[in-house]
């Protein structure tokens, strides 16, 4: 009786595992009433491109924190970056940004305040130099893609 019960949770556990694991490679459709009122879009990356604010006069696209600022600053001079990780090829997995061969997506971290580590925020860029910007808040769930104004970088 004992080993059974211990059969069954083995096999109990071997399932959650196998079903976490699948849950995590496949993509959550949400509602627009289940999004957050700053995620203008989840799942892959449409054609709506943000540009940016000119009525402000900022360089930047009005819905990136400040914190991102410097990273495109950064990414445009080539560096430093804070992070290991910064600079290194973003996969794209979950399939969310536009099919592209390996190595054309570049993942930055976008520093997050009061955060212990890198936390949720990202700016991935594609091509070398640089042609298209997305930013993801969520840790790509999501992103929104952005154009940069001219000289917005420096």
């Given at each position: 009786?004992?080993?059974?019960l211990?059969l069954?949770?083995?096999?109990l556990?071997?399932?959650?595992?196998?079903w976490?694991?699948?849950?995590?490679?496949t993509?959550?459709?949400?509602?627009?009433?289940?999004?957050?009122?700053?995620?203008?879009?989840?799942?892959?990356?449409g054609?709506?491109?943000?540009r940016?604010?000119?009525?402000?006069?900022d360089?930047y696209p009005?819905?990136?924190?400040?914190?991102a600022?410097d990273?495109?600053?950064?990414?445009?001079?080539g560096?430093?970056?804070d992070?290991?990780?910064?600079?290194?090829?973003f996969?794209n997995?979950?399939?969310?940004?536009?099919?592209?061969?390996?190595?054309y997506?570049?993942?930055?971290?976008?520093e997050t305040p009061?955060s212990?580590d890198?936390?949720?925020r990202?700016?991935?860029?594609?091509?070398?130099?640089?042609?298209?910007?997305?930013?993801?808040?969520?840790?790509?769930?999501?992103?929104?893609?952005?154009d940069?104004?001219?000289?917005?970088?420096r």
């Open positions: 009786m004992r080993r059974n211990w069954i949770a083995a096999v556990l071997i399932g959650l595992w196998a976490s694991q699948h849950s995590a490679r993509p959550v459709a949400t509602s627009a009433s289940d999004s957050a009122p700053q995620r203008e879009q989840t799942g892959p990356v054609n709506d491109t943000a940016v604010d000119d009525t402000r006069g360089a009005a819905f990136l924190p400040r914190e600022h990273v495109l600053r950064r990414i445009a001079a560096g430093p970056f992070h290991r990780q910064d600079g290194s090829t996969q997995r979950e399939n969310r940004l536009p099919k592209q061969p390996r190595g997506y570049r993942e930055y971290t976008v009061g212990d890198r936390g949720a990202r700016i991935v860029t594609g091509g070398d130099p640089p042609r298209e910007y997305f930013y993801s808040d969520d840790h790509y769930r999501s992103f929104r893609r952005f940069l104004a001219e000289g917005a970088s």
